[in-house]
């Protein structure tokens, strides 16, 4: 009896998180307002007012704070900056401080199209943060192999499959994201690039987003 009542229990408990994970979409479902904004005509003269109540952080260039606090988004793909935004709204990652900038109440999918082609067209700064230089070739020889295939061999990222342009971004902001998702706290991240960093140790990442960093942002 008690081993049937053990067998019960663990299938009850399988069952109830086979459920959960059909419930939990995947990564880069297009779906909801996501699918909305990607749909939109987007209009990026609209955008620059939208963006306004974003310069104060992010820096009217979108160029970001060399701090890392906040990331340079100049040039970055609007399908990414569309996702991101959509994910922050949504609850899928955390960002306390953009919450209330990205309301529903405040932006609808429409205006988060518009924002995100305005930006996308903005020129990238090359004077973003940078970290000490000193495991370029240990970054490299990171990046070449665990990097590449999806951010791209000059880190310019792919718009279509929501893969971030890194070349070019703080050094600080990547290495704090990169922790993050290492250590399973950005619930919106890639899962197969969660699979990859899990074991690097904090000299692995440092080394991979000064590689980064450095990079020249591509030409548009």
């Not at 299938?11 to 998180?17: D, G, R």
């Not at 939109?40 to 970001?64: L, Y």
């Not at 040039?75 to 209330?100: C, F, S, W, Y």
Request: proline fraction near 6%; charged fraction near 25%.
């Amino acid at each position: 009896m008690k081993k049937l009542l053990s067998l019960m229990m663990a299938l009850t408990l399988a069952l109830c998180s086979a459920a959960a994970s059909a419930q939990t979409p995947a990564w880069n479902d297009i779906q909801g307002e996501l699918k909305a904004a990607l749909e939109a005509k987007a209009d990026p003269a609209r955008g620059a007012g939208a963006f306004q109540p974003c310069e104060g952080c992010h820096r009217k260039d979108a160029s970001g704070r060399m701090s890392g606090a906040y990331p340079r988004l100049s040039g970055q793909h609007a399908t990414v900056l569309m996702k991101q935004i959509v994910d922050i709204r949504t609850g899928r990652r955390t960002n306390a401080k953009m919450e209330p900038f990205l309301d529903e109440h405040v932006l609808t999918p429409f205006e988060i199209a518009d924002l995100a082609f305005y930006v996308q067209g903005l020129p990238i700064s090359a004077a973003n943060g940078k970290g000490p230089g000193t495991g370029l070739a240990k970054g490299k020889q990171l990046y070449d192999k665990d990097c590449a295939q999806c951010h791209g061999v000059q880190g310019e990222g792919s718009a279509p499959k929501f893969y971030p342009m890194v070349a070019a971004q703080h050094y600080r902001y990547l290495l704090r994201e990169a922790q993050l998702i290492r250590d399973g706290d950005r619930r919106n991240a890639n899962p197969d690039m969660v699979k990859v960093i899990k074991a690097y140790g904090t000299g692995d990442l440092e080394a991979v987003s000064d590689y980064m960093a450095q990079l020249a942002p591509p030409k548009k």
